[in-house]
């Protein structure tokens, strides 16, 4: 995968962006994309922002940023220092410089070589936390390979084939290694150590090692287990994201300038929208449930929940589509919204991406979903408003 391509995939990182906005206030954010033939992004050391955004394919930070930094990119590295959280996605991770709230890191490659005050996160290849770093709350693993050197003073979760531990763990210690496990000489852990493997531990002389507690994988059948998982949610994702796909793109085709204006009227007031679509989810159901009771809206209820569920549905694939024509707008630098196949795609990638997100992700999502319903039910009143101050012609036939 060449690397435009990875900075086309790294439009994420405006999602993030929109997730970070939900989450709590952001007073001041800057957003660099990557700009020349290598889509490179330079953040200078010279400049300090308050919420840096960053999306290219080699991305370097050397300012300071005093709120969080978003970056995604194949060839990313942060040397500046931050003073709250770290998300990045990228191919080649490599963070040198102090982080004073949390670290979530995917990536290929990662390398951690500053201190981290709050919790790290990482899901990745090939991961090394060195001796140059500490962490401040706990480290939660998932990858191909760990190495950690660094003090740890929460909680350890990894899950890897290998794992290698060689320094001072001060709280509980989880590991599962499927293929080998190493506890280095300079290792302290406190507390007694939850192993899940294929074979025992290889420990160092010198190591202080409370205990060391064995459940040994019999016949790779656990790991067997969760590859069949892994492999199932990967096919599922993908049908999800195929089915998603082609609905947004027939209906965009059938539909093409509906759809369209569908898409501008919901940008137009994302708030007022909001509003709208927040009203007519609780209040469709309420009156139906009404003219339901009274017995001779019977049958109107039932056309109106019908609507309301189609609306709803269609609310979705608007969603999509308006996410990624923004995102393209927004790195694109044009002036307007485009609906086309790329923007779609991207639409459709960057919600399922959000549908992994727990709490904060899913919320980004209702919020998209009811400013898109809002923004159908603008524009049908519109158009019934329309149709009302439009002249009525009364034709007279010659006897």
Known sequence: MTKKLLSRLSLFAFVIATVGMFASPVTAANFLKG?????????????????LYVAGADVLVNSAVTGDLYAVGADLTVDGGVEQDLTIIGGTVKISSPVGGDVRVAGGT????SNVSGDVVILGGNTIISDKATIGGQLIFRGSSLTLDAPVTGNVDISAETVSINSMLSGEVKVKATREFRIGEKTQ????????????????????????????????????????????????TLIKIIALGLAALVLTRLFARTSHRAVLTAKSSYWKNLGIGFVAIIAVPVISIVLMITGVGFYLAIILMFLYFLMLALS?????????AEVMRLISSKQHVEVNWHSILLGVLLFTILSFIPVVGWLAMMALIIVSLGGLVSMLYDGVQNDQTEPHVTIIENN
């Open 35 to 51: 700009e020349g033939e290598n889509l490179t992004v330079l953040a200078p050391a010279s400049e300090t922002f308050q919420n």
């Open 110 to 113: 990662v390398l951690i070589n």
């Open 189 to 236: 852990i406190a507390q007694s150590i939850n192993y899940t493997g294929s074979r025992e531990a290889i420990i160092a002389g010198g190591a202080q090692v409370n205990e060391v507690r064995f459940d040994r994988i019999e016949n790779n059948r656990e790991r067997g287990n969760g590859d069949e998982f892994i492999a199932a949610w990967i096919f599922a």
């Open 316 to 324: 979705v694939l608007l969603a999509m589509v308006l996410l990624g």
